[in-house]
Each structure stands twice: as C-alpha cells, then as structure tokens.
C-alpha cells in the first residue's frame, strides 16, 4: 500500500537549519528558523516558566485525563488575556475556549469547526500568510483563496486592494486575518485601518478568523490585541487562535487555545459543543502541562509581572535588531531604502532580495534565510550585525 507514494517535498525551513548546522563558518548566521533567541543565540526558557513549573511539581497529584475543554483556569485566563476583562463578548458570556496543541492545533481545530458550520466555506487568507495555514485549512477540506496584502515593491500594505476584495467575500465565508506581527511580512494594520476592516466584516457578514501566534511581540500585550478586541466587541460570531509557543517561550510543549464567540450564550454552547466533538475527533484531548505553567503565571500577580517583564526584554530586543540593522546597513554605504524593517513589527520582514541574492549570501557568506528573503529579526545580535549588513552590502550592490 505504501508503495503507492510519492515522497512529499521537504520542508525548506527544516533544511536550512541543517545545512546551517553543518556549516563551518565562524561567522555563519542563521535568520531562517522562527524561534525567539538571546543575544547568544540562544532560545531561553523563561524564568517566570521555571517558576510555575516548580510550583506545578510541587503540587500536581494526578496526571488523570483533562477532558477535551483542557483546564478551565487555562482557558478563561488566555481568552481575558486576548479580550480584556470587559469586552462586551465576555461580558455577556459568549465566549467558549478550548485549550489546543499549540496555536497549530487551535487552526486545525477551527478548521474542522467550520467545516461543521459550512461544508462550503471559502477560506481568505493574507498574501503572502505563514507557510502552514494553506496546508492546514486544506487538510480539513476546505477551500483557500487568498486576498492582496503586501507589496514586495513599495513594502507597504496593499489595503485598498484588500478592502476592495474583502467587500466581495460571502457572509458563508471565513476571513484569516493576523492579530499582529504578520508572519512572514512583518507589515500589521494600523488602528484605523483595523477599523476599516472591522467595519467591512460587520457590513458583509462574514466570519473573522483571528490567528495571534505573536501578542506581546509587537507593541505590548494589550496594543498587539487592538484588532481582536474591537472585533470581538462588535460581530456576531467570531474565531480567535491563539498559541503560548512565543510569548511564553513553550514551544514544544505545544498549547494554544480555540476560541469561538457565539450570537448569544445559548448559541454558543451548542457551537461549543461541535467545537468539543471536533476535538473528540482529532486529539481528544490537549496536553496538560503548558496550560498549566501559563495558569499558574497568569493566575498569580507577581508572576504575571514577571511575565510581562521577560516578555519586554524578548519585544524590545526584537524592535532594537530591526534598528541595529537598518542603521549598520547605512553605515556600511548601503543606498537602498531599508528603513521599512524598522517600522514592520515581530519575527519577520522579507529582506526584498531576489532568490539568486539569497543563495549568494548562503554560499560565499554563511548568511541563511529563505528563498523568500523572509529574515528571522531574533537572529540577528550585536555581535553578528557588522558581518551581516557587510554581507547584505556585497550582495546587493
Ligand atoms: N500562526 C502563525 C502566524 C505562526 O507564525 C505560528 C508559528 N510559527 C503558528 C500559528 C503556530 O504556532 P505553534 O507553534 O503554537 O503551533
């Protein structure tokens, strides 16, 4: 039965770190995989994690089954750190959360969902959007169309053309929209043009779905939220996926969260109880140990400061490499106009260099990112930035 196959392509990401790893070159730099690290490259657990994991260790008595919801404190935490306190939506008690396998399994699982709503439904997606969700949505049989988001030319996002396609999407239809940090553009809406397109879902009716794999990696907690507040405030009906993978640093122990808003509780319960037997029919049931480290951080005041502190730390580091290469860019002669990655915000900017730029910098200069010229921003640091920017310097001039 197997025989029948043929091999699927590797996943290019997965391939540059490898051939990164074998690399020799002392001066080698990895901007490819997207992973928050230190100044010294590395991916830090953080201290208010190892804290709450003590805790947890200390008073854990039984590893039984969760259920498919996942922990309940899990869940009305994460969605009053994604809504605020007093969204209008949790006020009024149409909420519904299940704890997910990262932010990866929340998709999956509002993929099915809303194959449950609408077998039909077309799924909008950002071009470009991250790699997976095409593939993710797809997999749940669901059709994927994309609409305009951003110019590789100008380096600024195409929202006229965004709007104008977003005005022809179906009421039976899903719209992905980023929270913040768009992956792999870096390129977010604005406030006002969040309004816009707040105001263009409620007119035509469609479904928002909100991935926020990314809240605190921009402006802040409750600035990156602006978009998924005022949404959840004002439609019917709304998705939110959420992952703890960045912000929390618990990559692997992979918990996001699902959250539907239903028209009103008694709607939302019946919607909550397709989400669960979706879940029943995937994974059954979460892992429970991530959601119980950001529990316990979320839940404590002094830890959730703390949190919020080391997440600072992981921001500005962020914002301050994007500054540190547009200017060493400057320093070394550079002409071209760079200062687009100092404004985009999160994990990614395309650097804007043609494939064949990529590939040079890849082989006479040990510099590694994608073929896209997606660049990682957390790989570079204070003691790789000259080198890098040298080498950008040669390679495009
Ligand atoms: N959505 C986006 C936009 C992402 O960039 C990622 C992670 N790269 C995810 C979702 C999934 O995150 P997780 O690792 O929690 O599955």
New binding site residues.
């Given amino acids: 039965m197997f025989n029948k196959l043929t091999a699927m392509p590797a996943d290019p990401i997965l391939g540059l770190l490898t051939k990164y790893r074998e690399d020799t070159h002392s001066q080698k730099v990895d901007l490819g995989v997207?992973v928050y690290k230190d100044e010294s490259g590395h991916t830090p657990i953080l201290d208010c994690v190892k804290k709450a994991e003590k805790f947890r260790l200390d008073t854990e008595s039984t590893k039984v089954y969760i259920g498919p919801t996942g922990s309940p404190d899990f869940n009305r935490l994460m969605s009053e750190l994604a809504f605020g306190i007093d969204n209008p939506a949790l006020l009024a008690n149409r909420v519904r959360t299940v704890s997910t396998p990262?932010?990866?399994?929340a998709?999956r699982v509002a993929a099915d969902f809303i194959k449950r709503c609408n077998p039909n439904a077309v799924l909008w997606v950002s071009d470009p959007t991250?790699a997976?969700h095409t593939g993710l949505f797809e997999a749940a049989g669901i059709t994927v169309k994309t609409y305009p988001y951003y110019d590789y030319d100008t380096k600024t996002l195409k929202f006229a053309e965004m709007k104008a396609a977003l005005s022809n999407v179906s009421s039976d239809d899903v719209v992905l929209l980023?929270a913040c940090c768009h992956?792999p553009s870096g390129m977010d809406l604005t406030t006002a043009q969040w309004d816009e397109i707040i105001a263009l879902t409620v007119e035509q009716g469609f479904t928002p779905l909100i991935?926020m794999?990314?809240q605190g990696f921009g402006d802040g907690v409750d600035e990156d939220a602006y978009g998924v507040r005022k949404m959840a405030a004002v439609v019917n009906n709304m998705i939110l996926?959420s992952?703890?993978?960045?912000n929390f640093g618990l990559?692997r122990e992979?918990i996001?969260a699902c959250t539907i808003i239903g028209s009103d509780p008694s709607r939302a319960d019946i919607a909550f109880s397709v989400l669960l037997y979706v879940v029943r029919c995937i994974y059954s049931m979460p892992p429970a140990h991530g959601a119980a480290i950001v529990e316990t951080i979320l839940g404590s005041e002094e830890l959730k400061q703390q949190w919020l502190d080391e997440l600072t730390v992981m921001r500005e580091r962020i914002n301050g490499n994007r500054a540190m290469l547009v200017n060493k860019l400057k320093q070394k002669g550079v002409q071209r106009n760079f200062d687009f990655i100092a404004q985009q915000k999160g994990m990614f900017s395309f650097l804007g260099i043609t494939p064949d730029q990529v590939a040079e910098l890849q082989e006479h200069y040990s510099v590694y990112m994608v073929d896209s010229s997606r660049i990682s921003i957390a790989g570079i640091g204070t003691g790789n930035v000259d080198y890098l920017a040298e080498s950008i310097a040669k390679v495009i001039s």
């Fill in positions: 997207g990262g932010g990866t399994g998709l991250w997976n980023h992956n991935d794999a990314y996926c992952s703890c993978s960045k990559y992979r996001g």
